[in-house]
């Protein structure tokens, strides 16, 4: 059974490598702005699961598919208030700066759709969250050196837990594969919606 990745996320393709599977990587190519400017206000929650859907459902169709299309958003949510990418050097200082010390949700969605023998099928999606713990004793230094890493500036949040951002964290309560930005959890669950055991999906030749 093939898993068909719309996402170039390196965290995601990292997560999927890790648990044996290797999956055929598909760039969406979504606006995830425009998408999101489109759709109005919406919950956290509800938000990563529209772009998970935007980002599955854009590949349909571009090459012969079969097997399962999975599509993922993050964001991070503090006080109230989403956030998804900084992409520049600044919002990102500026958003370490206010959430050291304090706790947030990060949010996962993810979309899957059954495009089994070249068939486009039904689809189901979830929403894995957990809270992420910034350490109180960072200091702007340490901020200030792993902004000019470049990391922070493509992940939702500003931060990693998987590389450079992860001893700035100081706890994480939930599912932690929700932080990197892929439950391999809950997509084991939405598998089995469609009669799917996980372990079908092994294809790492360690395994």
């Known amino acids: 059974m ?3 990745l719309a996402s170039t996320s390196p965290a995601r393709l990292a997560t999927l490598r890790a648990v044996g599977v290797e999956p055929v990587l598909l760039s969406s190519g979504v606006d995830e702005d425009a998408v999101a400017a489109t759709a109005g206000p919406l919950s956290g929650p509800a938000l990563v699961q529209l772009l998970a859907r935007a980002k599955a459902e854009a590949v349909v169709g571009r090459s012969p598919i079969d097997g399962f299309i999975l599509g993922g958003d993050s964001a991070f949510e503090i006080d109230g208030t989403l956030y998804g990418k900084p992409h520049l050097p600044e919002v990102a200082r500026e958003r370490w700066r206010a959430q050291r010390g304090r706790t947030g949700m990060l949010h ?25 713990t910034f ?39 939930g599912d932690p594969h929700a932080v990197v930005g892929l439950s391999v959890a809950l997509v084991r669950t939405l598998l089995l919606e469609f009669d799917v055991p996980w372990h079908t999906l092994w294809n790492r030749q360690e395994l």
């Open 2 to 4: 093939r898993l068909y």
């Open 108 to 132: 996962s969605g993810h979309w899957l759709i059954d495009h089994r023998g070249g068939t486009l099928g039904r689809a189901v999606g979830g929403v894995s969250t957990a809270s992420v």
């Open 135 to 173: 350490a109180d004793t960072i200091t702007d230094e340490e901020i200030d050196a792993y902004v000019a890493t470049g990391e922070p500036l493509q992940v939702a949040g500003a931060f990693t837990i998987d590389s450079l951002g992860a001893p700035f964290i100081s706890r994480v309560d």
